[in-house]
């Protein structure tokens, strides 16, 4: 488990990250989501022991990370702009990676190079975008480490290798407990593959949620009523946090179980109604708008 408390990080007058506490769980999917500059980066750099925070307390499974080279072997950290050596290849990396990382997997990393297509005596440099964010990931799942940091991993990779990577992950996940922190400015790339989902503004978390306990408790539900006092009587009763109508047509986000609005509506007359699931980026529109801000124009 990693537990971060009072954390907060500045670059001169520049508050990078601003007094986060949150607790992320093993065997899950954490995603840290913000605009550029929000502090996703240094966030995790912190995390992955590389900058020492101004305040506040970094724990991996119970110890400090900073400068503890026990707790280290336990986070690999794929970056925004990996690094790789200087006309170095694949082969050098791994060379590299093997003695750092105690439990380094040589035959999985043949395996996946084979499998992404990439030639390990090829130059990086040489390399497209894309297929250094492959290397980076291969790298990062074959180190075997506990935790795998990831910013704007998904970022340069086509629709089918990106489904790959998280196929991957899921793998990893489930043979041995593996947990990746991952960092997007994108809501849609997180939806399919996040337990829990965090969202980054101005360095600090304004929302951080179980994504499957806001699906259940957040509810979209269109309907047209048969008459004005059921209408009014049905509102009344649910207080929806987000009104919206077309013609005679509501469409009405509201919290509560799935249970607790079909038996509201069955005690209203309706022409028509139906629940709908919300997307990961209604759901974060809704709740933050709750809470005075509007994530559209805080998330692309």
């Known amino acids: 488990m990693i537990e971060v408390s009072g954390l907060s990080k500045n670059y001169d007058d520049i508050q990078a990250v601003d007094d986060i506490t949150a607790t992320i769980q093993e065997g899950s999917v954490f995603g840290l989501v913000g605009t550029n500059g929000a502090g996703k980066s240094t966030f995790l750099r912190m995390l ?22 026990e707790a280290k072997k336990k986070v690999f950290y794929i970056s925004d702009d990996q690094y790789y050596f200087a006309n170095g290849t694949p ?43 492959q290397l980076a990931v291969i790298l990062g799942i074959c180190a075997k480490t506990k935790y795998l940091l990831c910013d704007e991993t998904f970022d340069g990779l086509d629709p089918v290798m990106r489904q790959a990577v998280k196929s991957i992950f899921i793998a990893e996940m489930e043979d041995r407990g593996m947990t990746p922190i991952i960092a997007s400015h994108n809501l849609r790339e997180l939806e399919d593959i996040c ?64 249970e607790d609005l079909e038996k509201e509506l069955s005690s209203v007359e309706t022409v028509f109604s139906e629940i709908i699931p919300l997307s990961l980026e209604e759901i974060f529109i809704s709740e933050t708008e709750v809470v005075g801000y509007d994530i559209k124009s805080l998330i692309l």
């Open 91 to 133: 082969y050098d990396m791994k060379r590299y990676y093997e003695k750092v990382y105690e439990n380094f997997d040589n035959d999985e990393f043949f395996a996946l190079m084979t499998k992404f297509g990439l030639q390990g005596n090829r130059k990086i440099n040489t390399f497209s975008k894309g297929m250094k964010k």
């Open 48 to 69: 992955c022991g590389v900058l020492k925070p101004a305040k506040g307390q970094i724990l991996i499974d119970g110890e400090d990370i900073y400068e503890n080279e």
């Open 195 to 258: 337990d829990h989902v965090g969202l980054l503004h101005k360095g600090g978390i304004l929302l951080s949620k179980d994504l499957e306990e806001m699906k259940l408790s957040l509810h979209k539900i269109q309907c047209v009523f048969t008459d004005e006092e059921g209408r009014k009587q049905f509102l009344e009763t649910v207080k929806p946090i987000k009104t919206e109508q077309r013609g005679s047509l509501y469409t009405l986000t509201i919290r509560g179980t799935r």
